[in-house]
């Protein structure tokens, strides 16, 4: 179940800055934008390991384009998106 926020808490004046990082096709994960980035970095330094089944197990370098996506999302569409979860769910 998600946290849903209250009205004040969806009112605030803080803009946080937020980023999306998406794995592959649906795996999408919402992070502060500097934690964000230092995660970008730190895959930049990971290796892709490989062991599908009946298959020879492989490492290789990941490329950027092939697993990683990064999104900016502002704060106001987080706000309206949690709202309305928050609205639907009650």
């Known amino acids: 179940m998600t946290q849903q926020l209250t009205y004040d808490e969806l009112v605030e004046d803080q ?10 096709y649906n795996t999408k994960y919402i992070l502060p934008y500097d934690d964000a980035m230092k ?5 930049s330094k990971a290796e892709m390991y490989n062991d599908e089944y009946s298959k020879t ?10 697993g990683f996506r990064f999104y900016i999302m502002s704060a106001s569409e987080y706000k309206r998106i949690k709202l309305e979860e928050t609205i639907l769910n009650e």
């Open 57 to 66: 197990k492989s490492i290789k370098a990941i490329d950027m384009k092939d």
């Open 15 to 24: 803009e946080p800055k937020l980023a999306i990082i998406e794995f592959g």
């Open 39 to 43: 995660m970008l970095d730190l895959l």
